[in-house]
């Protein structure tokens, strides 16, 4: 069985290289839809508590709203950091408190403190999918993807690979055989 989750996301981008409207610099409304599958937790009669879902991947996905994001090797990177720099926010203000964790994958580096994020390739619908699925895979038994965007919309499905050790009171995933939530350990 799957749980759903949306969650909604304002970003810029660009499009380098492409020859129609996109390369402009734009911004967007994007709703991305994750969903989990595993078994139904007896404890709490779900697979995975839907607000857990979205805590999980907001804790990463976060550095993607009302950030730019622009490819590695877009010439406007290095203008754009240099305002940053000139303006005294390339490494962050206290104002910005909408930051994640700082990541680094082969598709994508987050550079939260300026709210940017430089991907390997330029973020279409299909690219993101890709990014999120690469960052989440290994927190949520994710089987399907789905991310809106202006008119653009994709969906990818994935293999799930057995199951998450959940905890039997909140439905949330253990992690050394604690639940980080509500302190339950597993018996050995």
């Known amino acids: 069985m799957r749980s ?39 404890g709490v009669n779900m697979v995975f508590p839907c607000n857990e879902i ?23 990177l ?7 720099e000139k303006e005294g926010i390339r490494y962050g203000t206290p104002s910005n408190k909408m930051k994640g964790p700082a990541f680094k994958t082969e598709l994508a580096t987050a550079y939260p403190d300026c709210r940017l994020v430089v991907t390997k390739e330029s973020m279409t619908v299909e ?26 919309t994709a969906s990818a499905e994935f293999p799930v690979s057995g199951t998450i050790d959940r905890c039997p ?14 302190g339950y350990k597993e018996k050995k």
């Not at 290095?78 to 940053?84: E, N």
């Not at 009171?169 to 509500?182: E, S, Y």
Request: hydrophobic content about 45%; glycine content about 8%; some cysteine.
């Open 4 to 42: 759903i989750a949306k969650l909604e996301l304002q970003y810029a981008h660009r499009f380098y290289g492409f020859r129609g409207e996109a390369r402009y610099l734009h911004g967007h409304s994007g709703i991305l839809t994750i969903e989990v599958e595993d078994t139904i937790n007896d």
């Open 127 to 152: 690219g993101f999918i890709k990014i999120v699925y690469d960052l989440l895979k290994d927190k949520l038994n994710i089987a399907k993807i789905t991310f809106v965007s202006g008119v653009n």
């Open 169 to 182: 009171l909140c439905g949330i995933a253990m992690v050394d055989g604690v639940c980080p939530k509500c």
């Open 78 to 84: 290095p203008a754009i950091l240099d305002v940053y």
């Open 54 to 76: 979205q805590k999980t991947a907001w804790d990463v996905l976060r550095n993607f709203d009302h950030a730019l994001v622009l490819r590695e090797d877009d010439p406007l």
